[in-house]
């Protein structure tokens, strides 16, 4: 047995096995166990001939041990990296090139060893927080590796989530002030977090066409997530081309011959994002309608008509069918707020999801992430756009009969082929073996938070490729605000603790709603009737006063009751008052 050991080693290495090695703790250290306190997740350093091996204690036993009387117990450990150029010089780098010996020091690794690992390597560094190992180090993340290839936070209910995923995004617009963020916000928590630099976009202030919406889409808000009809989804299939190509001869001033076009020669799919008029739609199904005989055929096309009809009224769909019989090419408006071209000033859009329709909700995220994705494709990524996805296993779910089929695919194209196109990928989830396993082994940098869950922490071995799998295994014990970060972003598998995050960026779930109800609320039936007026106006009236959805929860005495006119629900809305009377007449 060597015996150069020095006051502070206090183990050697005794056994190399690819990228692990166990190393015996000496009886003879000085410090003794309990001051090293070499115990699991601690870093350590071996000494080795031309550089300084960083390793990671993953267990440690007193079982075992060789015969003789040199060790106390000894400890596997994971070979991480190593720190070369001697000591004027230090660079860390990830993995091993000089394994060590048998025999070769070991010591717990000192505060400027530290320092070297996690060193900024360039400017674009962000400053998430500190090694839990050692408060006073920083933890760096590499913005351009954490982007590019795509990161997931994950983490059960409480953990600190939300509030880190602000922390996360607040700093990567100091990064990147020029970058744009679209954060899809499901429990509409994340309005205050961001300043004057979001936009906040929710049912009342969102302008999203309908017809921009592809078939499938539109196909899922008019059937209210139920499976079309394929009697009437073939007479949409024939009639939406048509409405486009009748709009574009209109826009043209060719009124020539609208009623006789031939849909062959218009060029223009179902999935083609121009414009119609839902007037035109209802027109032409109306014309084929008028043209049949058959009883029981006309049904079918009543029935689609009147379907068209109810969604088109439903105050609750403002947001797609204003103007939907006025027309008018705004696709270029509709991007240019939606994603921020030009920015002025604020970069990031929240798009608040809370207040709209269950039924229409998966259809217009398919609707974002398709419009995201499409135009970073069509412009060759120039501005470059990071999607955040909140509560990601809703829209791209591993079980394949769960959620909207063009939801996932749309996910699923940014997390394959985004970055080629300057469309990065941030997921948000609670749940992550529900996520589509595919989508999540894109991410290549993981902040893994406690994670009670076995499913859950198996899909997470699974997607760590790195040496220290074994991390893992602290998941389940994770306090809060602790984070595992793995992958490109950071220069080592690292659990570290998320800074504190400034109150007026605290999500509001955290920062306001408390279980102890307010003394102050006076909940009388003032209050209630209050409540049921915004409840209702809702689905009836766009402005509704002291709306939740509006950044800050409002004070229940703030609630006044405001009288307020039901909007005028027209019947005949789209159709030309003689059509309407034949749609009128009884079909049985």
């Known amino acids: 047995m060597p015996g150069s050991s020095t006051v502070t080693s206090f183990g050697r290495v005794i056994s190399v096995r690819g990228s692990l090695a166990r190393v015996g703790l000496l009886?003879?250290?000085?410090?003794?166990?309990?001051?090293?306190?070499?115990?699991?997740?601690?870093?350590?350093?071996?000494?080795?001939?031309?550089?300084?091996?960083?390793?990671?204690?993953?267990?440690?036993?007193?079982e075992d041990l060789p015969s003789s009387d040199a060790y106390i117990a000894s400890a596997g450990v994971d070979l991480l990296g190593e720190i070369l150029g001697g000591p004027e010089r230090p660079k860390f780098q990830r993995g091993v090139t000089n394994y060590p010996t048998i025999g070769d020091a070991v010591d717990l690794i000192t505060n400027q060893e530290l320092r070297t690992v996690y060193a900024p390597t360039g400017s674009d560094q962000i400053n998430v927080g500190t090694l839990q190992q050692d408060a006073s180090v920083i933890a760096y993340v590499d913005v351009e590796e954490m982007l590019s290839k795509h990161f997931a936070v994950l983490g059960s209910t409480g953990v600190g989530k939300s509030s880190g995923v602000s922390l996360l995004l607040n700093e990567i617009l100091k990064s990147r002030p020029n970058l744009r963020v679209f954060l899809l916000d499901v429990h509409n928590e994340y309005g205050r977090c961001f300043g004057d630099r979001a936009l906040v976009l929710n049912p009342r202030n969102l302008k999203l066409p309908f017809w921009l919406f592809n078939f499938e889409e539109i196909v899922d808000v008019l059937f209210a997530g139920r499976p079309g009809v394929p009697e009437e989804l073939d007479i949409l299939a024939e009639v939406i081309p048509m409405a486009k190509g009748i709009y574009t001869q209109y826009q043209n001033a060719d009124r020539v011959g609208l009623k006789r076009i031939d849909p062959k020669t218009i060029g223009y799919t179902v999935d083609t994002p121009v414009p119609y008029r839902l007037v035109d739609l209802i027109s032409l199904i109306d014309e084929r309608m008028g043209k049949l005989e058959n009883r029981s055929s006309r049904i079918i096309y009543h029935k689609l008509i009147s379907r068209v009809e109810t969604v088109r009224n439903d105050p609750r769909y403002a947001f797609m069918f204003d103007n939907a019989n006025v027309g008018g090419d705004t696709m270029a408006e509709v991007i240019s707020h939606l994603f921020r071209l030009p920015a002025n000033g604020r970069p990031m859009t929240i798009m608040q999801l809370a207040g709209f329709p269950a039924e229409v909700v998966d259809?217009?995220?398919?609707?974002?992430?398709?419009?995201?994705?499409?135009?970073?494709?069509?412009?060759?990524?120039?501005?470059?756009?990071?999607?955040?996805?909140?509560?990601?296993?809703?829209?791209?779910?591993?079980?394949?009969?769960?959620?909207?089929?063009?939801?996932?695919?749309?996910?699923?194209?940014?997390?394959?082929?985004?970055?080629?196109?300057?469309?990065?990928?941030?997921?948000?989830?609670?749940?992550?073996?529900?996520?589509?396993?595919?989508?999540?082994?894109?991410?290549?940098?993981?902040?893994?938070?406690?994670?009670?869950?076995?499913r859950d922490q198996a899909l997470l071995r699974s997607a760590v490729s790195d040496a220290a799998a074994n991390l893992l295994s602290f998941v389940p014990s994770l306090g809060t605000r602790e984070v595992l970060a793995f992958g490109e972003g950071v220069a080592l598998p690292t659990r570290l603790r998320f800074k504190e995050v400034p109150i007026h960026q605290l999500p509001r779930s955290e920062a306001t709603i408390s279980t102890v109800p307010s003394v102050a609320a006076g909940h009388d039936m003032h209050f209630v009737g209050a409540v049921l007026e915004r409840w209702r106006g809702a689905t009836s009236h766009?402005?509704?006063?002291?709306?939740?959805?509006?950044?800050?929860?409002?004070?229940?005495?703030?609630?006044?009751?405001?009288?307020?006119?039901?909007?005028?629900?027209?019947?005949?809305?789209?159709?030309?008052?003689?059509?309407?009377?034949l749609l009128k007449k009884p079909l049985r």
């Open 27 to 62: 009886a003879a250290s000085q410090l003794g166990l309990s001051a090293v306190r070499a115990t699991v997740g601690r870093f350590v350093s071996i000494r080795c001939a031309n550089s300084t091996i960083v390793a990671m204690i993953t267990d440690v036993t007193c």
């Open 363 to 454: 259809s217009v995220v398919s609707v974002l992430c398709r419009m995201a994705f499409d135009f970073g494709l069509w412009s060759d990524g120039v501005s470059p756009l990071l999607f955040v996805c909140e509560e990601a296993h809703r829209y791209a779910s591993a079980d394949r009969n769960i959620g909207f089929g063009p939801t996932r695919k749309a996910v699923s194209r940014i997390a394959k082929e985004g970055r080629k196109y300057g469309v990065y990928l941030g997921l948000v989830t609670q749940r992550p073996a529900e996520l589509d396993a595919t989508i999540i082994s894109q991410c290549n940098t993981l902040f893994a938070m406690r994670l009670a869950n076995d």
């Open 542 to 581: 766009r402005d509704v006063p002291n709306d939740p959805g509006i950044n800050e929860r409002p004070a229940a005495r703030s609630l006044e009751p405001r009288t307020m006119e039901a909007p005028l629900l027209q019947p005949s809305m789209g159709l030309d008052p003689d059509r309407f009377s």
